[in-house]
C-alpha cells in the first residue's frame, strides 16, 4: 500500500491551504512503494506510468479493497516462497537467495502494512461481529502455544518472513554441503585419510542442520496453507527432496568413514516405588552399554551423553560424562532438575568425540517424574551498591542436602530483573550488573531458581542490599535549525562516564517546555523543537536552551545544563517564508488519486483532515506543455522539523526522506516508480552520499511499516542528513528562489 503516498499527499494539501491556495496537482509517486491501483490511465503520462510492475489490477479495486489487496500480496509472497524452494531443489542458492531479497522484503512489509489496517478495522467492529474470519487470511492464531510439531504457533505475516529466513538460511547450509562434499572426496582422492575423516563428521553436522531447518519450512507451509488456502505441495515436495538428497549422502559418506553403534539403557529397579519413577533424590540408576553393530564394544573410553525430555525440542538436554569398562559397559545415575513432570520418556543419547570413528547412537527409558523441593540458603552480597556496578552474588541450592548442579537462577533487585548465574555442584557463586532503574534505597536481592511444574520445585531468598545515588553529567548544544525550530543534541552519563540510555530530558526555550527527548542506548539524545516565538521578534538575538533531568524512579542525581543558539532571523535562514508562498508548493504527482481514494477513508494521527474534492487539478490545455517547474524541497523539510518539534518522529523520516527523493529524482531515470530499495540501489553518487542515503531508507522503512517505533534520536539524525544530501545551504536555497519565475501563474483550482 501506498502509506507514503496517501499521509505526504495529505500533508502537503495541508501546506498549500497555509501557503495561499497555490494549486496541488495530484500524488506523491516520486516516494510511491508497493501496489498502484490506476483510476484513470488517461490522467497519466506514457513516461510516468511506470508503476504497472506492481499492480494487478484484477485485484486491486477502486474502493480500495484491502482484502483483495492481500489476497494478492500473499499470492506474490507465496510464489516466490515457491519460486525459490524449486530452486534450492536444483542447486541454484543465489537465485533462491535473490527471489528472497529485496523485493520480498518490499512486499512482506506491504502486506504487514495491510495487515494492521484491517486488524484495526477489525477492532472497531468486533463489537457487533466478533472475532473476524479474517477472510482466510492472517493473523488467525491456533489453540495453544506450539504447533503439534513443538514449534511456536505463528501468525500468517510471521510465517511469510521466518520461511523466508529458514530458507535463506538453508540456502546456506547446502551450500556449504556441496562445498564440504566436495572437498572430502578430493581428501579421499589424495588418500588424506585423516582430512577425509574430519570433513566426514562435518558433513554429519551440516547434514543434521539441513534435515532440521527442512522440518521447520515444511511446518510454516503447512501453517500458511491453512491461513491462507494456497497450495504449497509443490514447495514442500522441493524441500523434502532436497532433504533426502542430503541424507542420502550423508549416509553413504558415514558408512565409507564411521562405524555404526547400538546404545542400550537397562534401568535398575532397586527401590520400592513405581519401577518408572524417579526424581532428583530417588535418581535414575541404570546399566548401559555401547556396542558397534558387530558386537565390538566401545571398551575403556569416557563418553558423552546428552539425556533430555523426548519430544522437548525447547529443552536443552544435560550432559553427563560416564566411563566403559573393557566390555563397553558403564553405569549411570541421573537426577532430574530442569525436565518437565509430563515427561515420559527420556532420550539418552551417545555423542562420539569428533576424532572418533563411531557414529553416534540413541534410545530411550521410560520414566515418572516426580518433583523435589530444593532449598537456597546461605545467600550473601554486597552491603551497598550503585548504577552500573557489579554486585556479587553467593549461596547455595541443594535438596535435603544433596547439592544441585548445573541449573541457572535469576538475581532481581527490587522489582528489576538484573540478571542470572549458574549453580555448580550446589554452589552460587555469580555478579549481576545493577541498572539506573532502580531507585535508591533499601531493596531486597532476590535468587530465584524458576522450577514450577518441573522436577525441582521453585526456591526463593533474598537478602537486603542499599543502592546508592550516582551523580550525573548532561551536556547539551543547541543551533538553530530554521526561522522556526533550534536542533538540540547532547548526552546524559554518571560522574564516571557510564552511559545512561532510555531517559527523558526535559527541553525549555527561555524558561517556556518546549518539549520531551528520550537518550538513546548510548546516552546521546537528538531532535528539533520549535521556537515559542516569532523569530523576527528575537532576529540577532540569542535563545537559552535549558536541558534537564529530573531521575523520577532512578538511582540517578538529577541535572541540567543550557546552551544558547543565535537566532539569525527570517530573511537569512535555510528555510525562508518566501520559499513556502509564490506557488512552490505545485508538485507534479500524476497518477497516484487512487492512492489517496484508498486513504480517504483513514483517520491518521498526523495527516490533517481535507476535503480533497477541492484539489481536482485541472487539465493542461491540448497541444501545450506546460515546462516543468523544480520541485522544492524546502516545504517538506519544514514540515518535516515541525513534525518532529510536535513529537511525530516517523511523520518527520518520511518527510526528509521525500525530500531527499525529489532532490535526487532528476538523477535517475524513472525514479517516481521506484520502491525506496530500487531507488537506493540505482542512485549513483560519493560514497558519503551513498551511506547516508542507506541509513535514510533504512530508517524510512521503519517509519513507514511500523515494525520499529522510530526516535527523536534518530528521527533529527534523518533530517540532518537530509539536509546535507540536498545540498541545503543558504546559497543553495538563494538560487532556488532566483530561478523561479515570480510571476508564473499557476493553474486555478476547479
Given at each position: 500500500?501506498n502509506?507514503?503516498g496517501?499521509r ?12 495561499g491556495g497555490?494549486?496541488?496537482?495530484t500524488?506523491v ?5 508497493g ?28 474502493d ?26 536444483e ?15 518490499d ?12 486488524d ?24 495453544g ?7 511456536p504457533?505463528t ?38 585419510d ?6 566426514a563428521?562435518d ?7 539441513i534435515e ?6 515444511t ?7 491453512e ?7 509443490e ?5 523434502d ?5 542430503v ?5 553413504v559418506?558415514?558408512?565409507?568413514q ?14 520400592e ?45 544435560e ?13 549411570l ?9 509430563s515427561?515420559?520418556?527420556l ?9 572418533s ?16 523441593e530444593?532449598?537456597?540458603?546461605d ?7 550503585a ?22 537462577v535469576d ?41 514450577a511444574d ?14 546508592l ?5 548532561l551536556?547539551v548544544?543547541?543551533?538553530q535549525?530554521?526561522?522556526?525550530h ?12 557510564e552511559?545512561i540510555g ?6 525549555a ?12 542506548e ?10 515559542p516565538v ?9 535563545v ?9 524512579g ?11 543558539a ?8 535555510l528555510?525562508s517564508?518566501?520559499?513556502?508562498v509564490?506557488?512552490?508548493?505545485v508538485v ?20 490533517r483532515?481535507v476535503?480533497?474534492s ?31 518539534s ?7 523520516v518520511r518527510?526528509?526522506?521525500a525530500a531527499?527523493r ?5 538523477r ?10 530500487e531507488?537506493?540501489?540505482q ?19 521503519r517509519a513507514s511499516?511500523g515494525?520499529?517505533?522510530?526516535s ?15 545540498e541545503?545551504d543558504e546559497r543553495?536555497?538563494?538560487r532556488r528562489?532566483?530561478?523561479r519565475?515570480p ?8
Amino acid at each position: 500500500m501506498n502509506t507514503l503516498g496517501g499521509r505526504l499527499a495529505v500533508a502537503l494539501l495541508c501546506l498549500s491551504l497555509l501557503a495561499g491556495g497555490a494549486a496541488v496537482t495530484t500524488s506523491v509517486t516520486d516516494v510511491a512503494d508497493g501496489p498502484v491501483v490506476t483510476v484513470d490511465a488517461a490522467t497519466q503520462s506514457d513516461t510516468e506510468n511506470e508503476t504497472v510492475r506492481h499492480q494487478n489490477p484484477d485485484e486491486q479495486q477502486d474502493d480500495g479493497d484491502a482484502n483483495a489487496v492481500r489476497r494478492w500480496l500473499e499470492s506474490e509472497l507465496s510464489r516466490q516462497l515457491g519460486d525459490s524452494a524449486v530452486q534450492l531443489s536444483e542447486g541454484d542458492y543465489e537465485t533462491a537467495r535473490e527471489i528472497l531479497g529485496d523485493d520480498y522484503q518490499d512486499r512482506y512489509a506491504q502486506y504487514v502494512e495491510v495487515e494492521g489496517e484491517i486488524d484495526e478495522e477489525s477492532a472497531t467492529d468486533s463489537d457487533e461481529t466478533g472475532a473476524g474470519d479474517g477472510d482466510g487470511g492472517a493473523g488467525e492464531g491456533g489453540e495453544g502455544d506450539q504447533t503439534a510439531d513443538g514449534l511456536p504457533a505463528t501468525s500468517t505475516n510471521d510465517s511469510f518472513q521466518e520461511i523466508a529466513a529458514e530458507q535463506e538460511q538453508l540456502a546456506d547450509l547446502l551450500e556449504e554441503f556441496e562445498e564440504t562434499q566436495a572437498d572430502y572426496y578430493d581428501a579421499v582422492q589424495a588418500n588424506d585419510d585423516e582430512r577425509a575423516h574430519d570433513l566426514a563428521r562435518d558433513i554429519e553436522e551440516l547434514a543434521g542442520q539441513i534435515e532440521g531447518r527442512s522440518e521447520n519450512i515444511t511446518v510454516h507451509f503447512e501453517t500458511l496453507e491453512e491461513d491462507t488456502g494456497a497450495d504449497f505441495t509443490e514447495s514442500k515436495e522441493s524441500i523434502d527432496r532436497t532433504n533426502s538428497d542430503v541424507q542420502e549422502t550423508r549416509e553413504v559418506i558415514t558408512v565409507e568413514q564411521f562405524e555404526p553403534t547400538v546404545l542400550t539403557i537397562e534401568p535398575d529397579h532397586d527401590h520400592e516405588r513405581d519401577e518408572t519413577a524417579i526424581s532428583f533424590l530417588e535418581p535414575l540408576e541404570a546399566t548401559g552399554t555401547v556396542q558397534t553393530e558387530n558386537g565390538t564394544p566401545v571398551a575403556s573410553q569416557n563418553i558423552t551423553l546428552e539425556i533430555g525430555a523426548e519430544g522437548a525440542p525447547f529443552q536443552r538436554p544435560e550432559t553427563r560424562t560416564v566411563r566403559t569398562d573393557e566390555t563397553g559397559s558403564f553405569a549411570l545415575q541421573y537426577r532430574p532438575t530442569t525436565i518437565p513432570l509430563s515427561t515420559t520418556d527420556l532420550s539418552i543419547a551417545y555423542e562420539p568425540p569428533r576424532g572418533s570413528g563411531y557414529i553416534g547412537a540413541e534410545t530411550n527409558v521410560s520414566v515418572t517424574v516426580e518433583q523435589d523441593e530444593p532449598t537456597l540458603s546461605d545467600l550473601s552480597s554486597a552491603e551497598t551498591t550503585a548504577a552500573y556496578e557489579s554486585v556479587p552474588v553467593a549461596g547455595e541450592l541443594s535438596v535435603d542436602g544433596v547439592p544441585v548442579d548445573n541449573v541457572t537462577v535469576d538475581v532481581g533487585l527490587g522489582d528489576e530483573p538484573i540478571g542470572n548465574a549458574t549453580v555448580s555442584n550446589g554452589t552460587l557463586d555469580g555478579t549481576a550488573t545493577v541498572p539506573p532503574t532502580v531507585p535508591d534505597g533499601d531493596h531486597e536481592l532476590t535468587v530465584q531458581f524458576a522450577g514450577a511444574d518441573r522436577a525441582l520445585a521453585n526456591a526463593t531468598a533474598s537478602t537486603e542490599i542499599t543502592v546508592l545515588e550516582s551523580e550525573s553529567d548532561l551536556a547539551v548544544t543547541a543551533e538553530q535549525f530554521d526561522d522556526e525550530h533550534v536542533s538540540v543534541s547532547g548526552t546524559l552519563t554518571t560522574a564516571d562516564g557510564e552511559e545512561i540510555g532510555g531517559e527523558p530530558i526535559e527541553l525549555a526555550v527561555d524558561d517556556e517546555s518546549v518539549g520531551t527527548v528520550s537518550t538513546d542506548e548510548n546516552g546521546s539524545f537528538e531532535t528539533v523543537v520549535a521556537l515559542p516565538v516569532d523569530s523576527a521578534e528575537i532576529e540577532g538575538e540569542s535563545v537559552e536552551l535549558t536541558a534537564s533531568y529530573e531521575g523520577d524512579g532512578t538511582s540517578i542525581a538529577p541535572t541540567a545544563t543550557s546552551a544558547a543558539a543565535t537566532i539569525a532571523g527570517a530573511e537569512s535562514t535555510l528555510l525562508s517564508s518566501q520559499l513556502l508562498v509564490g506557488g512552490v508548493l505545485v508538485v507534479a504527482l500524476a497518477g497516484s488519486l487512487a492512492s489517496l481514494l484508498w486513504y480517504r477513508r483513514r483517520e491518521s494521527d498526523d495527516a490533517r483532515s481535507v476535503d480533497r474534492s477541492e484539489y481536482t487539478p485541472t487539465e493542461t490545455p491540448s497541444g501545450s506543455e506546460p515546462k516543468p517547474e523544480p520541485e522544492p524541497v524546502e516545504p517538506l523539510l519544514s514540515q518535516a522539523a515541525t513534525a518532529l518539534s510536535e513529537d511525530r518522529p516517523e511523520e518527520a523520516v518520511r518527510l526528509g526522506y521525500a525530500a531527499v527523493r525529489r532532490e535526487f529524482q532528476s538523477r535517475i531515470e524513472g525514479s517516481r516508480s521506484l520502491t525506496h530499495w530500487e531507488f537506493y540501489r540505482q542512485y549513483r553518487g560519493q560514497e558519503s552520499e551513498t551511506d547516508s542515503l542507506r541509513s535514510l531508507t533504512e530508517l524510512y522503512e521503519r517509519a513507514s511499516y511500523g515494525v520499529d517505533r522510530v526516535s527523536d534520536t534518530d528521527a533529527a539524525t534523518v533530517l540532518e542528513s537530509a539536509r546535507q544530501l540536498c545540498e541545503f545551504d543558504e546559497r543553495s536555497a538563494q538560487r532556488r528562489n532566483q530561478d523561479r519565475d515570480p510571476n508564473q501563474e499557476f493553474p486555478a483550482d476547479d
